[in-house]
């Protein structure tokens, strides 16, 4: 026992010195953020996470120099919701966000409501040079466009997803045009620099590491900080890569997963392209890089999440547990791996008080600022609980974590109970050794459900007749444990 106890007491002396550097943040200008978003990629998809046919030089060799998360969670197990999750530092359920935006033209004109701030907006009131380069998918309209978003730069496109290869989507785009045609394909739109058309020539994801190049060259110049969200939409279908990509994996037989890795291996690429940018003016040291998923990634599109269940979409560990590294010279020393539970909902206040930004009054936030349990190699939420929910047709997929304790119910069996850092891959059912623990974080997730609001919108009509015909949400069952057949 005293052993354990030294051990442990070893353990956060070696995370206190290791994780965080001694110098203190105000002793040196605010630092740049560089926040870089993939796109359903999955948890075992990068060198750093164990892929083992998969290379990912330029990142691993960022998770080398930081610091690696091995339990980051996102706010929603797919796009939409989890970027809604990242821009306001709240629930997408709290404000009716909790699907994709209408597959109609310009979503509808729906966009996340504009009672919500977004991190963007405080680190722009507060002095930054902000930009956001990829895929929005928060609103297409002009009140929901990332420029009135607080955002002073946009490069990418806003709805969902993008094709890959110019070369195919610019004449299918013309043809269409020509021919008078109104129901264009979204994939196949051209993307946009502030609101204007622009005529893409490059590969996407390298014209998206070309724009982020630009952009953190022209923040060099300013005398101010810069917030940069990269959202590639790599490696999200289509699955379409370059040829020389592909060829790096001669040894992938599967086809889907060949091209995927191709994929992966552009957005690699692209992040070593920016990363050498800012060496080259002097920003290196002074950069917080942070690297994550939007959700798992999607196992019949060549994604892998082992040793993760299930993927893109599943209340399971391997729909919202993401690959994730943390890079800053300055302050956060290499090697360092955090084994504690944090949430994408977390960036918002850690941003903000990086930034010395402060948060607008009355903001509620479901995150936490992770920056003093970094440095210490706490826990930044002990004991306290975060959720997952997925609506399907008439039930709801739902998940509750606090340290590492899950309750989770898919579909409309019972309640499982998971120790997932011993158990990631959500095994081994321990409800019925610790009902109590299970009791309590369903009852959490009930009360949760209770701050929801209805669905705004819903991604196709289907799901909104369903919502209606099988009067949706159904909490009454999704938190009864005796229907869940618990007791
Ligand atoms: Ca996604």
């Known amino acids: 026992m005293?052993?354990?106890?030294?051990?442990?007491?070893?353990?956060?002396?070696?995370?206190?010195?290791?994780?965080?550097?001694?110098?203190?943040?105000?002793?040196?200008?605010?630092?740049?953020?560089?926040?870089?978003?993939?796109?359903?990629?999955?948890?075992?998809?990068?060198?750093?996470n164990g892929s083992t046919d998969i290379t990912t030089p330029s990142l691993d060799q960022l998770a080398h120099q930081g610091m690696t998360f091995s339990q980051a969670y996102v706010a929603h197990a797919f796009c939409g919701p989890s970027r809604a999750g990242l821009m306001t530092g709240?629930?997408?359920?709290?404000?009716?966000?909790?699907?994709?935006?209408?597959?109609?033209?310009?979503?509808?004109?729906?966009?996340?409501?504009?009672?919500?701030?977004?991190?963007?907006?405080?680190?722009?009131d507060s002095g930054y040079f902000t930009g956001v380069v990829g895929k929005w998918h928060l609103g297409e309209t002009e009140k929901y466009?990332?420029?009135?978003?607080?955002?002073?730069?946009?490069?990418?496109?806003?709805?969902?997803?993008?094709?890959?290869?110019?070369?195919?989507?610019?004449?299918?785009?013309?043809?269409?045009?020509?021919?008078?045609?109104?129901?264009?394909?979204d994939y196949i739109k051209p993307l946009e620099h502030n609101g204007k058309q622009v005529r893409e020539t490059e590969y996407i994801t390298d014209a998206l590491s070309r724009e982020a190049v630009n952009f953190v060259t022209?923040?060099?110049?300013?005398?101010?900080?810069?917030?940069?969200?990269?959202?590639?939409?790599?490696p999200h279908t289509p699955l379409q890569a370059k040829p020389e990509d592909m060829e790096k994996f001669p040894h992938i037989k599967d086809k889907k997963r060949k091209i995927y890795a191709g994929m992966v291996y552009a957005m690699d690429r692209g992040v070593g392209r920016v990363m050498a940018a800012l060496k080259e003016t002097d920003q290196y040291d002074n950069t917080l890089v942070l690297f994550l998923s939007d959700n798992g990634g999607k196992v019949?599109?060549?994604?892998?999440?082992?040793?993760?269940?299930?993927?893109?979409?599943?209340?399971?560990?391997?729909?919202?547990?993401?690959?994730?590294?943390?890079?800053?010279p300055a302050q956060i020393k290499p090697e360092g791996n955090y084994t504690h539970p944090v949430n994408a909902l977390d960036f918002f206040p850690t941003f903000a008080a990086l930034a010395e930004a402060p948060l607008p009054e009355g903001i509620e936030l479901d995150g936490k600022n992770l920056w003093p349990a970094l440095k210490t190699g706490a826990s930044a939420r002990k004991g306290e609980t975060f959720f997952a929910m997925r609506h399907r047709g008439d039930h709801s997929d739902t998940a509750a974590i606090r340290d590492n304790w899950k309750a989770v119910r898919v579909g409309k069996g019972p309640w499982a109970l998971y120790d997932v850092v011993a158990d990631p891959a959500e095994r081994k059912d321990l409800s019925g050794k610790k009902p109590q623990l299970l009791h309590d974080l369903v009852d959490e997730a009930n009360t949760w459900s209770w701050t929801?609001?209805?669905?705004?919108?819903?991604h196709i009509q289907k799901e909104g007749f369903e919502w209606r015909e099988k009067s949706m949400p159904r909490f009454h069952e999704t938190f009864d444990l005796l229907e869940g057949g618990n007791y």
Not at 93 to 105: A, C, E, I, R, Y
Not at 149 to 171: A, I, M, Q, S, V
Not at 301 to 315: C, E, F, H, I, M
């Open 145 to 185: 466009h990332p420029n009135n978003r607080g955002f002073d730069e946009f490069y990418g496109f806003l709805p969902g997803g993008h094709n890959y290869l110019p070369e195919e989507f610019n004449p299918r785009y013309d043809a269409l045009v020509a021919a008078g045609r109104t129901d264009i394909p």
């Open 218 to 234: 022209a923040g060099a110049k300013k005398d101010q900080p810069w917030f940069l969200y990269l959202a590639y939409n790599a």
């Open 2 to 48: 005293k052993l354990a106890i030294i051990k442990q007491g070893l353990k956060l002396l070696a995370g206190a010195l290791c994780m965080i550097s001694a110098s203190s943040i105000a002793a040196q200008e605010r630092p740049n953020i560089l926040l870089i978003l993939a796109d359903d990629l999955g948890y075992a998809d990068v060198g750093f």
């Open 90 to 124: 709240r629930y997408p359920h709290k404000f009716g966000s909790q699907f994709n935006l209408p597959d109609t033209s310009m979503s509808g004109g729906l966009g996340i409501p504009t009672s919500e701030t977004f991190v963007s907006e405080v680190l722009q």
């Open 452 to 458: 929801h609001e209805q669905p705004r919108w819903f």
């Open 300 to 328: 019949s599109q060549g994604a892998n999440n082992d040793p993760l269940q299930a993927g893109k979409g599943s209340a399971y560990e391997g729909g919202f547990r993401v690959p994730m590294l943390a890079h800053w």
